[in-house]
């Protein structure tokens, strides 16, 4: 099972990103999917999850209204719109696949893309 996260970068407060997670290796569409981040000295934190049929989205409180999390499964894709980013923001970003929506450790884990965002 591969998890393959991309879109990270380099933005300005305010800015937006879009971050993608390819998967493979795994059913997709029995999988919830998730986005965690995490920043030097701090345990890994959710951000936002979505069910296997799309049918329900969680956020953290942090993102409301700023983020969007999306799936096709026939694309094995996960994606997170990240709008109105902040300094806060910063981290890596891990995208996860669980056979469950509680998103556990010992799902899949991508290796994380960076976003920076800058004043």
């Known amino acids: 099972v591969q998890l393959q996260a991309s879109g990270g970068g380099l933005v300005q407060a305010g800015g937006s990103l879009n971050l993608s997670c390819l998967a493979s290796?795994?059913?997709?569409?029995?999988?919830?999917m998730g986005w965690f981040r995490q920043t030097p000295g701090k345990e890994r934190e959710f951000v936002a999850a979505i069910s296997s049929r799309s049918s329900t989205t969680w956020y953290a409180d942090a993102v409301k209204g700023r983020f969007t999390i999306s799936r096709d499964n026939a694309k094995n894709t996960a994606w997170l719109q990240m709008h109105s980013l902040k300094l806060e923001d910063t981290g890596v970003y891990f995208c996860?696949?669980?056979?469950?929506?509680?998103?556990?450790?010992?799902?899949?884990w991508g290796q994380g893309t960076q976003v920076t965002v800058s004043s």
């Open positions: 290796g795994l059913s997709f569409d029995r999988y919830a």
């Open positions: 996860t696949a669980d056979e469950t929506v509680a998103l556990r450790p010992e799902g899949y």
